[in-house]
């Protein structure tokens, strides 16, 4: 089989949220000897390329999104031993920690926003639910994160966005990474008081404003 071919099977099994038909492309690649790191960029981040194109234009919906992240999962099950054995990696517009607030469990939001980021070449670290502000911090400079993104679903727990932020203050850490904030009772209004970087209304919405935070960063 050609190298096109391989490629545009790979892509074309992420739009399809076909998980299986990804696996067998995947091998089917190594067995060709292509380079693993180039299954991935020319052909499973293709297609999810397309399929979040999709989303963002209302033509595909949250199911046919996480379902093309699993078909993309589950092709690098097969791809990642062998880019790590070839010391390969992927390259990523940007690193962005995410988590839901301290006293809050509330996780659909932000596995959303997660998913998406995904789909757009970003790496995500999610942190899940109820995450202590220091916790947000200490993990941010673990992994180098470019981007702190924090979820709020109860007006309870929107002042641990404004404690982070704060934290970060008091650790002369500010500067360090951009912040952004999002959920059901968040408002830019709250976030331009808290001195949040950026707000977003939808995951969509969250995805562009921080490519354009990056971008301004530069």
Same mark, same amino acid.
Request: hydrophobic share 40%; net charge negative.
């Given at each position: ?18 998980p ?13 000897g ?21 989303f ?7 199911p ?8 993309f ?15 390969k990696?992927?390259?990523?517009i *940007?690193?962005?920690?995410? =988590? ?7 996780? @659909?939001? !932000?596995?959303?926003? #997660? &998913? ?16 202590p ?16 993104a ?15 932020i ?5 650790m ?22 808290? *001195?949040?970087?950026?707000? =977003? ?7 562009? @404003?921080? !490519?354009?935070?990056? #971008? &301004?960063?530069?």
């Open positions: 089989m050609e190298k096109q071919e391989i490629m545009e099977n790979l892509a074309r099994g992420v739009v399809d949220g076909d299986e038909a990804c696996r067998q492309n995947a091998r089917e690649a190594l067995r060709e292509i380079d693993p790191l180039d299954a991935v960029e020319q052909g499973l981040s293709g297609g999810m390329g397309v399929v979040g194109d999709r963002e234009r209302g033509e595909v919906y949250l046919e999104l996480l379902m093309a992240a699993d078909a999962n589950a092709a690098m099950e097969i791809l990642r031993p062998e880019m790590e054995a070839q010391n990696e992927l390259a990523k *940007g690193t962005v920690l995410l =988590g839901t607030v301290k006293g809050d469990v509330h996780n @659909i939001g !932000k596995n959303i926003v #997660a &998913t998406v980021l995904e789909t757009r070449g970003f790496s995500v670290v999610d942190m899940g639910v109820d995450i502000s220091l916790g947000f911090i200490e993990e941010a400079k673990k992994v180098k994160a470019d981007v702190i924090l979820s709020s679903l109860m007006t309870t727990s929107m002042p641990a966005q404004r404690e982070v704060e934290t970060l203050k008091e002369n850490l500010r500067d360090r990474y951009l912040v952004i904030v999002g959920g059901g009772p968040v408002s830019k209004e709250w976030a331009d008081q808290i *001195g949040a970087d950026g707000y =977003g209304k939808s995951a969509v919405e969250a995805v562009q @404003i921080i !490519k354009g935070l990056l #971008a &301004t960063r530069g």
